[in-house]
């Protein structure tokens, strides 16, 4: 099976014991969305439908879209890829750009009318050394958004720098890869007004 597979497969069975809401927001994304486990007490407003999985990357989003998006229905897609798709080896900022313009594609060509908003790559303390890549790609996603009908750009990663321009290490766990509840927030603020 590819990676992720009985993840997946897990979604399929919760959906089959407890249908989840139709047109609800489904959030999509890698584990900084899996993480949020109380995503939708952030949100309490919208129905949210969390299918953040692993450490998966914008190809991986695409290939079980037909198992996590779609059959939603959704009333918006957020997605959250890209953070580990820029430490590939080889990955550059055209490539994550490439990736996400086949999933974004892929979105349109099922869901033409669909909002779709995209939460930029975060900058954390254990992948420093990616953010001139992430900070690109993001440029990259962002100026590709703003010539597209019904989506976000939603910036978390300006508002997770300090004044030096340096991840906030007080924003994250022990592994400085994933956030704490203070980091939340920060995407809480952002990302409520594109809902």
Known sequence: HPRFWNEIQQFKHQDSIQPPPSHAIVFVGSSSFKKWTDVQSYFPDFKIINRGFGGSTLPEATRYADDIIFPYHPAQIVIYEGDNDAVGKGVTADSIFDRFHRLFTLIRSRLPKTPVAYVSIKPSPSRER???????????????????????????????????????PELFQG???HMKPDGYKIWQKAIRPVL
């Not at 939603?154 to 030096?164: E, G, I, R, T």
């Open 175 to 177: 592994d400085m890869l």
């Open 130 to 168: 990616f953010m001139p890549v992430m900070d690109y790609a993001n440029w990259k996603i962002w100026t590709f958004l703003a010539t597209q009908p019904r989506t976000h750009f939603v910036d978390v990663y300006h508002l997770m720098l300090n004044d030096k321009g340096l991840p906030r």
